[in-house]
């Protein structure tokens, strides 16, 4: 069983940064993929960024290319979401979520994510 805890949302202005990070709990979580998800208000739950188990694969969208950067150290049992030029739109609940990956180079986005933690509020004001 693995446990993911989220912190280091809050409120921040346009063109801030903020750093999230998703602790996990568990064994083996070199093992595991991890994604940082976002939802907003009204909107469906997307993935915004992804990276593999051992940190050298990673995945960003398109809206977050250039300003967000995910990496891990599995050291630490850690996953961050670097989080630069922060805009209005990124404002929404972000979660992380793991999912045990065999292969290295299995899809990062399509994938069932099993393991999900409790969300933090990243509110950007303009």
């Known amino acids: 069983q693995l446990q993911l805890v989220e912190s280091g949302g809050g409120l921040v202005q346009a063109g801030g940064s903020l750093r999230l990070s998703c602790a996990a709990s568990g064994r083996a979580f ?13 909107k469906e739950r997307e993935l915004v960024a992804a990276v593999s188990r051992s ?52 899809s990062l986005r399509n994938r069932n994510y099993d393991y999900w933690g409790q969300g933090t509020q990243v509110t950007v004001s303009s």
């Open 55 to 106: 940190g050298g694969i990673t995945f960003h969208e398109d809206s977050v290319k250039g300003r967000f950067t995910i990496f891990r150290d599995n050291a630490k049992n850690t996953v961050s979401l670097q989080m630069n030029s922060l805009k209005p739109e990124d404002t929404a609940v972000y979660y992380c979520a793991a999912d045990p990956q065999f292969n290295e180079g299995s």
């Open 30 to 42: 070199s093992s595991y993929a991890v994604g940082w998800f976002r939802q907003a208000p009204g």
